[in-house]
C-alpha cells in the first residue's frame, strides 16, 4: 500500500473490499490546508463500511475482469475493465455486464443491450424478484424505463448472489439477489472523455463526459455527460434509439460535511423483438429472423402483428443525492434521499387488439444511516430505509384498439381501469462487524415492512377513449368483488458471516441471510378482472385471489474456500437455498379454459458448485474463468386454487436455468495492445415447469482488441478498439421468458443476435 499512487492500477480493493483513494492522509488545498478527505464520503471515497469478511488489502490487478479479493462468499465485483469488455459496444446494460459471474445467465436478442426485452437468471431465480441499486439504494423502479446509467459512468458492480449485508440488501425485492451499480463520481483532476462506435445494423454511439476537477479549496467537483446512440433490429424492421444526459456534484463543506448528488435523464424509443414458440425455436434455421410484420394486410387480427405497433417509449428523470456528516473520527452521519419519475408507454399485439399501457411512476424515498469505525476493529451500520411508490404495477389503466383497414387504431375498450393508493416500504437495519485476530465476524437483521394499497376496479362498460383521469371523471361504477384492503407484509431478513485466515494465502468463510421478495398483485389483479365471470362463479372474490399471494422467502447459505498465492487465485464455492411461499402462476382449467393466477404454494431448493479462478502469468497475460455445477428443481407438485389436477413440477428443473455453465477468458496487454478474447458455454434449460420444452446449449466466443495510440501524440490515452461478437455466427436461443415464477404455460423463446462487428475510438484529454 505504500506503492506511489501514480502507479496504481484504477481499482484498489482494500481491507472493506471497497475501492478507495490511495492517498487516504488528505490532499492539499489551494491554500496548502489538508483537506481531511478521508472521512468525506465523495462518490470515489466512499464512507467508512463494514468489512465484509475481508482482512489484509489487495490490489486489483490492471488487467483484472472479475474482482478476486476476499468477499463474502456468493458475492462478485466486475472491475471497470469487466465493465468494459463485458457491457457491450452500448455500454449501457448492467445485466450484460454480468455474464463472467457464475450462476448467473443472461438473455437478450440485442446484441447492444438497449432493448428492455432481456432477462437475467441467478441461481434459479429470474430478474422479477431482484434488487437492482444505485449506490445502495433501488433508485430505478419495478416496471418501465430502460437502463439509467451509461456504463462509461459506473467504476464497479456488485453482485450478491448469496447472503447480503442488510445495509446492502434495500429493495422491494432481493429473493433473487442484489446487483449494485457504483457511480464514478467526478475526478480531481479536469478532463474530457470521449467514445465515438460504429458497428454492424447501422449501430453508432456517441459519448462525451467533461470533468471540472478540483474547482476550489473547498473542494467542489462536478461532471457532466451525453451520449446517444441507435441501432437497428437485426431480425426485422425498427430500430431503437436512446439519449441520456447524466451529471454529478461533489461539494464540501468545512471539513465535515460533503454533499454528492447524481442526476440522470434517459429517453428510449424502440421496437420490441418477437418471440418464437417451441415449435419455431425447435427450427431455428427457418425462424431465425422470425419477427413482427413489415407491412399492413388490412386485416385486424394479423395487423396487430404490425412492427409499429409493438414498441416501447420511455422518458426517466432520476436523482439521489448523500449528504455526509463526519462528526468525529470514523463516526459518520449519511442522508440519501433519492427520487425516479417514469413516463413509459408499451403498446403490443394482445389476442385480436393492440394493448396500450401507460407507466408513469413516482417514486421517492430516502435512507438514513450511522456508520462507525472503532480503534479496537468493531464496524457498526445503522439505518432506516422509506421508500413511497405509485403504481404500476399494477396497472391502472390499460386500453385496446383494434386496426382499422387504413392502419390506424380503432379504440376498442378499457381492458382495466382502477385507483390505487401508494405502496410503502418501512425497514430499520443493522450491521455489526468485528475482527479476532485471523477471525472476522459479521452479522446484522432488517425487518422488511412492505404496505401493499387499497386498490379499486371499475366498471368500464361504455366508457370512451381517454385519459386515466378522464375515465374516473366519468365516475364509473366500482366492481364489488375487486376491491382489495390496505395489508402490510412483513418479514425479519437475518444475515451472518464468518471467515477465517489459515495463512496468508488460504482462508475459509461461511455466510447464511434470509432475502424477500414482494407478492405479485398485477397479473393477479389483470388475470381477475379479464375473467371475472369465471371466478365469481366459483365464489372467489379479487380479494381472495390476492390473499392466496404470500411473500416469498428465500434462505441462502455459501461456503467457500479461497488460495490466492503466485499469481493463481482459485475459489470454490459451495451453495444452497431454499424457498418458501414461493410464487407460482398457473393455469386452473377448474376455474376456466386458461384461466390463470399467481399463488404462494410453491416452494424449491437449489445447491451446487461455483468456482472462479484466475492465473496470471506475468504482469501482461492472465487467464481467467468461472464455473457452475447446480440443481435447482421445484420441491412438490403444484396444486391448483379451485382443486384441478396437480401441476406436475417436483424435481423438475425450474426454467431458463442451466445445470451447466462455463465461462473462460483471457487478457494480454503489452506496449498499448490489449487482446480479450472469451468464451461461455451455457447447458441445456427447459421454457416450461414440467421440463417438455428442451433448448440445446450452446457455446458463443466474443473478441475485444483495442490499441493506445494517445503516447504517440502526447495525449492522456486515445485507444482504438475492434470488438466482435459470436465470432463464428452460432445460431442459439438467448432468452427463454418466463422464469421461475409462470408455470402457466410454455416458454417464449428469442434467439442471440448472429456476428456483430463494433469499431470505436476513445480518448480522454
Known amino acids: 500500500m505504500a506503492q506511489d499512487s501514480t502507479n496504481l492500477p484504477p481499482v484498489t480493493v482494500t481491507s472493506d473490499g471497497q475501492p478507495r483513494n490511495v492517498r487516504q492522509n488528505g490532499v492539499t488545498n489551494a491554500r496548502g490546508r489538508t483537506a481531511r478527505r478521508s472521512r468525506q464520503a465523495s462518490q470515489r471515497n466512499q464512507a467508512p463500511a463494514p468489512q465484509q469478511l475481508q482482512s489484509a488489502g489487495v490490489l486489483a490487478a490492471q488487467n483484472q475482469v472479475l474482482s478476486t479479493g ?63 441499486n444505485i449506490e445502495g439504494v433501488p433508485l430505478m423502479g419495478i416496471v418501465g424505463g430502460t437502463d439509467l446509467f451509461d456504463l462509461e459512468n459506473i467504476r464497479r458492480i456488485d453482485i450478491y448472489r448469496g447472503a447480503v449485508p442488510s445495509d446492502q440488501g434495500l429493495g422491494i425485492s432481493n429473493a433473487t439477489g442484489v446487483i449494485n451499480q457504483l457511480i464514478l463520481g467526478p475526478q480531481d483532476k479536469a478532463g474530457i472523455t470521449g467514445r465515438q462506435a460504429f458497428g454492424s445494423y447501422d449501430f453508432y454511439k456517441t459519448f462525451v463526459r467533461i470533468d471540472t476537477g478540483l474547482l476550489n479549496d473547498a473542494g467542489t467537483q462536478a461532471f457532466i455527460s451525453g451520449s446517444n446512440i441507435g441501432a437497428d433490429k437485426w431480425t426485422g424492421a425498427g430500430d431503437q434509439r436512446r ?162 383497414a387504413d392502419g390506424g387504431l380503432d379504440f376498442s375498450h378499457w381492458q382495466s381501469l382502477a385507483k390505487i393508493d401508494n405502496f410503502s416500504v418501512n425497514s430499520p437495519y443493522f450491521q ?43 365516475n364509473p361504477a366500482v366492481y364489488p368483488d375487486a376491491v382489495l384492503s390496505a ?27 434470509r432475502r424477500f421478495g414482494r407478492p405479485d398483485w398485477g397479473p393477479q389483479a389483470s388475470n381477475y378482472i379479464n375473467n371475472r365471470a369465471a371466478f365469481l362463479a366459483k365464489g372467489f372474490t379479487l380479494q381472495t385471489v390476492v390473499d392466496k399471494v404470500r411473500a416469498e422467502l428465500a434462505d441462502h447459505f455459501d461456503a467457500s474456500l479461497r488460495f ?20 407460482v402462476k398457473i393455469i386452473d382449467p377448474s376455474i376456466g379454459p386458461n384461466v390463470a393466477y399467481f399463488q404462494g404454494t410453491g416452494s424449491s431448493t437449489e445447491y451446487g458448485f461455483e468456482l472462479v479462478s484466475s ?39 425450474i426454467q431458463n436455468t442451466p445445470q451447466v455453465m462455463l465461462n473462460s477468458g483471457i487478457t494480454y496487454q503489452a506496449d498499448g495492445l490489449a487482446i480479450t478474447p472469451i468464451v461461455r458455454y451455457i447447458g441445456p434449460r427447459f421454457g416450461d415447469a414440467a421440463n417438455l420444452q428442451c433448448v440445446p446449449g450452446y457455446a458463443v466466443a466474443d473478441v475485444t482488441v483495442s490499441y493506445n495510440l494517445g503516447s504517440l501524440i502526447n495525449i492522456e490515452s486515445l485507444t482504438a478498439s475492434l470488438s466482435i461478437q459470436n465470432i463464428f455466427d452460432r445460431q442459439y436461443i438467448a432468452q427463454i421468458s418466463p422464469s421461475d415464477i409462470d408455470l402457466s404455460s410454455g416458454g417464449t423463446y428469442y434467439p442471440g443476435a448472429p456476428r456483430t462487428v463494433i469499431g470505436s475510438l476513445s480518448a480522454k484529454f
Open 487 to 513: 395489508r402490510d407484509y412483513v418479514a425479519w431478513l437475518p444475515n451472518v458471516a464468518i471467515r477465517h485466515d489459515l495463512n496468508s494465502a488460504l482462508s475459509v468463510s461461511f455466510s447464511y441471510g
Open 243 to 404: 439519449q441520456n444526459v447524466t451529471f454529478g456534484l461533489n461539494q464540501n463543506f468545512g471539513d465535515r460535511v460533503t454533499l454528492n448528488v447524481n442526476a440522470v435523464y434517459n429517453k428510449y424509443n424502440g421496437n420490441n423483438f418477437r418471440a418464437l414458440t417451441y415449435a419455431q425455436a425447435s427450427d431455428l434455421k427457418n425462424n431465425y429472423r422470425f419477427d413482427y410484420n413489415t407491412v399492413l394486410t388490412g386485416v385486424s387480427a394479423t395487423d396487430v402483428n404490425y412492427y409499429k405497433f409493438n414498441q416501447i417509449s420511455s422518458e426517466v428523470f432520476a436523482t439521489i443525492a448523500k449528504l455526509d456528516y463526519n462528526f468525529a473520527e470514523g463516526q459518520h452521519l449519511l442522508f440519501k434521499p433519492y427520487y425516479w419519475n417514469n413516463n413509459t408507454t408499451r403498446s403490443n399485439a394482445a389476442g385480436n387488439n393492440v394493448q396500450i399501457w401507460r407507466q408513469q411512476n413516482d417514486n421517492v424515498g430516502s435512507v438514513f444511516e450511522y456508520t462507525g469505525q472503532f480503534p479496537w476493529g468493531t464496524d457498526v451500520v445503522a439505518g432506516y430505509w422509506w421508500q413511497s411508490m405509485k403504481p404500476p404495477p399494477p396497472p391502472t389503466d390499460q386500453r385496446r384498439f383494434t386496426v382499422n
Open 432 to 474: 455489526i462487524s468485528q475482527k479476532f485476530g485471523a477471525t472476522f465476524l459479521t452479522g446484522g437483521l432488517r425487518y422488511m415492512v412492505l404496505g401493499a394499497p387499497q386498490m379499486s376496479y371499475y366498471n368500464t362498460a361504455g366508457i370512451p377513449d381517454g385519459t386515466y383521469d378522464q375515465a374516473l371523471a366519468l
Open 615 to 653: 492465473y496470471s502469468f506475468d504482469d501482461r497475460f492472465t487467464v481467467f474463468g468461472s464455473a457452475t455445477l447446480a440443481s435447482e428443481t421445484f420441491d412438490a407438485d403444484t396444486p391448483t386454487l379451485g382443486g384441478g389436477a396437480l401441476l406436475a413440477t417436483k424435481g423438475k428443473q
Open 70 to 132: 476476499p468477499t463474502l462468499p456468493g458475492a462478485s465485483s466486475v472491475s471497470p475493465q469487466g465493465i468494459a469488455i463485458l457491457g457491450g459496444p452500448a455500454q449501457t446494460s448492467f445485466y450484460q455486464a454480468l455474464t463472467m459471474v457464475p450462476s448467473v445467465t443472461y438473455g437478450s436478442p440485442d446484441p447492444y443491450g438497449l432493448s428492455p426485452t432481456r432477462n437475467i437468471n441467478i441461481r434459479g431465480k429470474g430478474d422479477f424478484h431482484l434488487s437492482r
Open 564 to 583: 490466492s498465492q503466485y499469481g493463481l487465485t482459485v475459489i470454490p464455492t459451495l451453495f444452497y437455498a431454499k424457498h418458501q411461499n414461493k410464487q
